[in-house]
C-alpha cells in the first residue's frame, strides 16, 4: 500500500511541475483567501491583547463611582444627548463615601487629575506642559494596577500628614532626570516643590494617551494647588475575592445613594462601571471584525475552490489517454482517484502554507504599524489549515470520481 501511495504521490508532483504557470495561479487564488483570513484575524487578535493589557492597568476586580455610566457623556440636546444631567463627585461626597464603606475585603481610593497640562521642573530642566498630575490616596496604585518599579508607594502617613512627595511616571527618568536616579531628588510643580519616593513601571500609550508622563501626589496636597470648585473625583474600590464584587457594588450603590439623600423611588443620579466593562465593549466590536474576516476569506476561498474544481477538471480531461494507460496496465478505480485527490491535497495545502505565511506577516505589519502586541495566531492557523484541506476535499472529489470512471478503452481513443 505504502509504495502504491509514493508512487501516486510522485505522479502527483510531476504533474504539477508540468503544470507549473496554471498551479501557481491556483496556488495564489487560494493563498489570497488565506491570506485574508490569517491576516485580519492576527491583527484582530493583535488589537485584543493590547487593549486587554492596557487596560489590565484598571485593576482586576475593582469597580468604579463616577458620574455617569460611560466616561464619555454626550452633551444634551435632540435625540442624541442626555437628557439628565448627574452632578459631579464633590470631594465631600467622595471623603463621607470612603469613611462610610466598610465592606469586608475591600479597599476604596479616590483621587481626581488636577490638570493634564502641567510642567514639571528639576533643577534647570523642565518638561513640556504636557504631563499629568492626579492627587490620590495610599490606594490608588492597588486599585489602578500600578506597580511601583524604583523606590515606593504612599504610606497612610504620607497621606494624612500631607507630605509634599510624589510618585512620577516611567518617561521622567530618561526626559527630565538624563538617566539619573530621580529617588529623594526634588522636582516643582506650580511653584511648589515635591520629593520623589517612587517611579512607576512603564505602561506605555493607551490610544494616545502616554500612560508614563504623569505624576502622582497626596490627594490634600493636589487639592491646595488645583483650587477649581467644579472638580470631578474618582471613587474605586477593589475586591479581594471576586465572589464578593456584585455584593460590594450593591453595597456601595446603597451607601452613595444615601449620601446623595436620594428616596427610594429616585433613580441613581450617578454611574458605575467594573474594570472589565470597557474591554468587553470593546471586544463586542472586534467581534464585527472577525465576521468581516470570514465573510471576506469565505467568498474568496469558495473562488478559489471552485478554481481548483476547474484546474483538476481540465487536468483529468488533458490526461485522459494517461488514465486509459495506467488502467490498462491493471490501475484500479481507487488507485486512480487517489492520484487526482492527491494532487488536489498538494495544491490546496501549498496555497494554504504561502496564504498563512502571508497573513501572519501583514497581521505583524499592521500590529506593529499600530503599536499593537503581537502574538502568533495559532486558532487562525488551525482555522486556515483545516480549511485547505475541506477545500481539497471539496474541490478534489468530483474529478478524482471523474477521473476513475473513465473507460480504458475510450480513454486509449483519445486524442
Not at 78 to 107: A, D, M, Q
Amino acid at each position: 500500500m505504502f509504495p502504491l501511495l509514493k508512487e501516486n504521490i510522485r505522479i502527483a508532483f510531476f504533474s504539477i511541475k508540468s503544470q507549473l504557470l496554471r498551479t501557481i495561479l491556483t496556488v495564489m487564488i487560494i493563498a489570497i483567501g488565506i491570506t485574508a483570513l490569517v491576516g485580519i484575524l492576527s491583527a484582530v487578535s493583535a488589537l485584543e491583547n493590547t487593549i486587554t493589557s492596557d487596560f489590565a492597568s484598571m485593576g482586576a476586580n475593582t469597580f468604579n463611582l463616577q458620574r455617569y455610566d460611560s466616561q464619555i457623556r454626550v452633551n444634551g440636546g435632540g435625540g442624541n444627548g442626555r437628557e439628565k444631567v448627574n452632578p459631579i463627585l464633590g470631594y465631600r461626597e467622595v471623603k463621607e463615601f470612603k469613611e462610610k464603606y466598610e465592606y469586608p475585603y475591600t479597599r476604596t481610593s479616590i483621587s481626581f487629575t488636577g490638570t493634564s497640562s502641567a510642567e514639571v521642573k528639576y533643577e534647570n530642566e523642565k518638561t513640556d506642559p504636557e504631563v499629568r498630575v492626579l492627587g490620590i490616596n495610599e490606594n490608588f496604585a492597588s486599585n489602578s494596577g500600578l506597580n511601583v518599579d524604583n523606590g515606593r508607594d504612599f504610606t497612610i502617613f504620607d497621606i494624612e500628614n500631607n507630605n509634599r512627595v510624589a510618585i512620577l511616571g516611567s518617561d521622567f527618568v530618561e526626559g527630565l532626570f538624563k538617566g539619573q536616579d530621580p529617588l529623594n531628588k526634588i522636582i516643582s510643580i506650580r511653584g511648589v516643590k515635591f520629593r520623589v519616593v517612587g517611579v512607576l513601571e512603564s505602561k506605555g500609550s493607551t490610544f494616545g494617551n502616554n500612560q508614563d508622563l504623569r505624576v502622582l501626589i497626596p490627594i490634600q496636597v493636589a487639592r491646595s494647588i488645583y483650587t477649581d470648585p467644579n472638580i470631578n473625583y474618582n471613587i474605586s474600590v477593589k475586591v479581594e475575592n471576586k465572589e464578593f464584587l456584585e455584593a460590594a457594588q450593591d453595597e456601595a450603590i446603597l451607601t452613595f445613594r444615601n449620601i446623595r439623600g436620594l428616596n427610594p423611588v429616585e433613580e441613581n443620579n450617578f454611574g458605575m462601571s467594573r474594570s472589565d466593562d470597557l474591554i468587553n465593549r470593546i471586544f463586542s466590536i472586534t467581534r464585527y471584525l472577525n465576521l468581516a474576516a470570514w465573510v471576506i476569506s469565505i467568498i474568496t476561498i469558495f473562488g478559489s475552490s471552485i478554481a481548483l474544481m476547474n484546474i483538476m477538471l481540465v487536468s483529468v480531461s488533458e490526461r485522459t489517454r494517461e488514465i486509459g494507460v495506467r488502467k490498462a496496465l491493471g490501475a484500479k478505480k481507487n488507485t486512480i482517484a487517489t492520484q487526482f485527490f492527491i494532487e488536489t491535497l498538494i495544491i490546496g495545502q501549498l496555497g494554504g502554507f504561502f496564504g498563512i505565511i502571508l497573513g501572519i506577516l501583514i497581521g505583524f505589519a499592521v500590529s506593529s504599524a499600530a503599536g499593537f502586541d503581537f502574538t502568533t495566531p495559532w486558532m487562525a492557523i488551525i482555522w486556515a489549515t483545516a480549511i485547505t484541506i475541506l477545500v481539497a476535499v471539496l474541490a478534489g472529489s468530483y474529478p478524482a470520481a471523474k477521473a476513475a470512471k473513465q473507460d480504458p478503452i475510450e480513454s486509449l481513443r483519445y486524442e
